[in-house]
């Protein structure tokens, strides 16, 4: 399969606890998106990467929030001292350019549960 | 910003078309898609305008009027499988970053 992968795809931590997510993108896409989804809610903007390039970064995200694209490849999306408003399903998207529709394909995402 | 409005819920009956509208506002209009999600599932793309009009691909049309900031969606010939969230997204190219913004979804229900 060479869509976008992620994982873990569940995720159930304690409030205060670490967790990071991992995101593969398809191989030729150089660019890398990170939305968070509640329930009956669209995807929101958390980052952008172009290649290893962190260009955007949503203002509603806190200081809590890192991620990383080492070498323009995989990207890793980390979330320190967990809070229980962190619960959420965490989108990784990829695309290749802006030219033409430069579609995102989305990963089927890793589902945050904070107790 | 962009400011993206669209129904949260709408019904149909299998076989009939339905018609889902996005209405949005944004000061750098570079595209607006749709995209179809299932419960529990990734979003995957249906389709893409940049120019006014009407794209056809099968049983799903999508037009756009970039004076009026507005899109819909048609879906012809519906089908039990066709129940899901729709979500129109707004790519502005503010910042020179390109970044589709989307709207909180219309969530689609098919009965027989």
């Known amino acids: 399969d060479t869509g976008v992968s992620q994982n873990p795809r569940h995720k159930i931590t304690k409030r205060g606890q670490n967790v990071t997510f991992r995101c593969d993108p398809i191989?030729?896409?150089?660019?890398l998106y990170w939305y968070r989804q509640t329930l009956g809610q669209g995807p929101e903007f958390l980052t952008y990467?172009?290649?290893?390039?962190?260009?955007?970064k949503s203002r509603l995200l806190s200081d809590r929030f890192s991620a990383e694209r080492p070498k323009g490849s995989f990207s890793t999306l980390e979330i320190q001292r967990t809070e229980q408003g962190d619960s959420a399903m965490y989108l990784c998207?990829?695309?290749f350019g802006t030219g033409g529709a430069g579609e995102l394909f989305f990963g089927e995402g890793s589902r945050l549960t904070v107790l | 910003g962009q400011n993206i409005d669209q129904p949260t819920e709408m019904t149909a009956t299998e076989g009939a078309i339905v018609q889902i509208n996005c209405t949005y506002q944004t000061s750098g209009f570079n595209g607006l898609f749709w995209y179809q999600q299932h419960a529990g599932e990734a979003p995957t793309f249906l389709s893409y305008n940049v120019l006014d009009g009407l794209e056809e691909k099968g049983r799903f049309s999508s037009f756009l009027s970039r004076s009026k900031g507005y899109s819909y969606l048609l879906l012809k010939e519906l089908q039990m499988k066709d129940s899901a969230s729709y979500l129109c997204a707004v790519r502005d190219r503010a910042g020179g970053s390109y970044i589709p913004t989307f709207g909180r979804g219309t969530s689609l229900i098919v009965h027989p």
């Open positions: 191989s030729e896409h150089n660019r």
């Open positions: 998207a990829s695309s």
């Open positions: 990467f172009q290649n290893e390039a962190q260009l955007e």
